[in-house]
């Protein structure tokens, strides 16, 4: 937590549950990718946080932007960015998000099938394109699935394809998965993605570009590589397999920008010792807080992101918890089995801190489930 | 689909994504579950869709409230609904969420621990209160986990203290689990809670009361017992515990009175076939919707709730299809595993509809991830 953010919820005490997001903090990560990837260009991948003062930063230190929908597009020209900064990076686009975006100015899109392709041809003629490769997310605390990227094979047809088609046969993307904390899992996918690249130049597209998708962690309750690392194993492996014709380098951070310049506040709503079935005692204790899986921690589906929780009492003796939201939902648990502990002394009406929840927060909340309103959010 | 929501999406073709609910298709099913448990008393569970027409038209035929939260009681009391007519049913609860309630006139609250009981003896003082017991929810598409309820022993010893706090000690409750498809699960939650029940009335406590939750099952892909088959159940039980001496029932039905009143209308974005990392094609296609988990079908985690969906090729070939959503998010994958199969002539740009989506669609919906916009909604 900065001290601009413990000054705000000290002074403040703002009605909980609200996320409060430090922009300095979001400035500093990004300067510090910049100074540790110095050639690649930094597309901030709105859907971490879309937050207006977000974005206008950005722009102010000239950021480029990774949207995923017209309306982050939208979002991003609102908060001053050039529409040839903008990247509409979602494999899946409707035909009229495409229309509207090119209309806007943007020229830049991603794509992993013959379909995708045959609409960017039809509605955004001449654009630049760059097909997203599948490869692998071991290492990812949340990783990418099946869902997006194709074959070597597949995105070598497709490349050749977008060419015929009049569109810019730009670059080759890949995504690592997200809170990615093995820097070998950068390497290898730049290995695939130079094959490929190669043997499209042998081929004579005037393919230019490697994107490298984001993926680069936060401090969560463990410790993560530095940015450093992950830019050493980078830049090794694009010099081991592009030599001295490194192509033009994207990356996409969203996480790495604005995870830890943000704190979710919120209020412990009950803590309680239940009776198991066998009628036994429960021996944890379940704390539940007035945020939970669908007021926007839904990234602790699985337990996968494991935020740090600062309490009162911290340094007072704990012992084991399993912690939940409020709703009336069975699935609206945070952790039952990730080990965490927190203070024998904590107490219904206490407020506690999540840490490093700048990302992924604020638009992954529910409308009004259960009846409960949107987290509030402050910009400071 | 109701022929009336079939007219709506013909002639008013609405913008997609967009969630179409039939009113009197509500009142059906209010009145059906009346019919088939006339001794038990209607507590519509208000999550699983707040809308105004909905809590509107059940205050005109009589029901009471099931709710989550005191915003929830807000909506009901806006609606028509009386005070004495609803309960804070959530073991959860913010002190100034019981004392909103108890000064609006609620006097009926749920809990499951000392703690809340304490709050509730402080803030709502000789308040009908009942103890929710933790039963098995084996049967359940949509379990409620360990979040909830104590044991028998736990529960006895907390409805003694609240008849010494001064609070009414009026029942019991316990809760199947959402989606629940087998009547076997209420006769045994019921013998557990009618042992207990006895217990406390020989103990010399004015209890009189059983609540037998929500759970009644929605036809989605598969059958369900018709809710007959879960009132004969519950009648049998009842009987054979409880005699003549029948106390009042309650019940808290939720997705059995919105669920198949409501239906999603999707567009198709993307029909793609991609390569496997192994250089094959994969045999699936991809089906892409512009509905996903975090756009309102958060039901669909770990595929336990399966839609069944229309196409405008229903009748023609089909061919196996993995269903996602239209974010960048891996885990926004709606079907993978599930074996479900679409025509082979479904293509970008054409609607689908998901059937029986009028529970818990609307209220899990994310105010913004990935720049979409929450899901319409039409009440007709």
């Not at 229309?99 to 995708?116: L, Q, W």
């Not at 955004?124 to 997203?132: I, N, S």
């Not at 490194?246 to 951070?253: A, G, R, S």
Request: proline residues 5%; hydrophobic residues 40%; glycine residues 10%.
């Amino acid at each position: 937590m900065t001290p601009k953010i413990a000054s705000f919820l000290a002074e403040q005490a703002p009605a909980t549950p609200c996320l409060v997001v430090d922009v300095d903090q979001v400035e500093l990560r990004y300067c510090e990718l910049e100074a540790a990837l110095p050639l690649s260009r930094i597309y901030y991948a709105v859907k971490a946080n879309p937050a207006t003062p977000i974005l206008q930063r950005l722009v102010s230190l000239g950021s480029c932007f990774d949207a995923a929908s017209w309306e982050e597009i939208e979002m991003c020209l609102q908060a001053g960015a050039d529409a040839s900064a903008i990247s509409f990076g979602n494999t899946i686009k409707k035909v009229s998000a495409i229309r509207s975006a090119f209309a806007a100015g943007v020229t830049m899109f991603a794509f992993d099938s013959d379909e995708e392709l045959d609409k960017l041809a039809r509605h955004a003629p001449g654009a630049r394109v760059y097909c997203r490769l599948l490869v692998e997310n071991q290492g990812a605390e949340w990783p990418l699935s099946r869902k997006f990227g194709t074959s070597v094979e597949h995105a070598r047809a497709l490349m050749l394809r977008a060419q015929a088609l009049g569109l810019d046969p730009y670059g080759l993307s890949f995504h690592v998965g997200s809170q990615q904390t093995d820097t070998g899992a950068y390497e290898a996918a730049i290995g695939r993605a130079a094959m490929l690249f190669t043997d499209l130049q042998a081929a004579g597209l005037d393919i230019r570009m490697v994107n490298l998708g984001g993926g680069f962690p936060t401090r969560y309750r463990e410790d993560v590589p530095t940015i450093d690392r992950f830019a050493d194993a980078i830049g090794r492996a694009m010099t081991r397999h592009f030599g001295n014709a490194i192509p033009e380098m994207i990356v996409e951070p969203g996480r790495f920008i604005v995870g830890d310049a943000g704190v979710v506040s919120a209020e412990v709503v009950l803590v309680s010792r239940r009776g198991l079935p066998n009628g036994a005692q429960d021996g944890k204790r379940w704390v539940y807080l007035d945020v939970g899986r669908f007021g926007g921690l839904a990234e602790t589906e699985g337990e996968s992101i494991k935020y740090q929780i600062r309490t009162p009492h911290d340094g007072s003796a704990t012992g084991p918890v399993a912690l939940a939201g409020p709703t009336c939902d069975g699935a609206d648990i945070l952790y039952e089995r990730a080990d965490y502990r927190l203070p024998l002394d904590l107490a219904c009406g206490e407020r506690v801190e999540l840490l490093s929840t700048g990302a992924y927060v604020s638009t992954y909340c529910s409308t009004r489930f259960n009846g409960f309103a949107p987290i509030h959010e402050h910009y400071i």
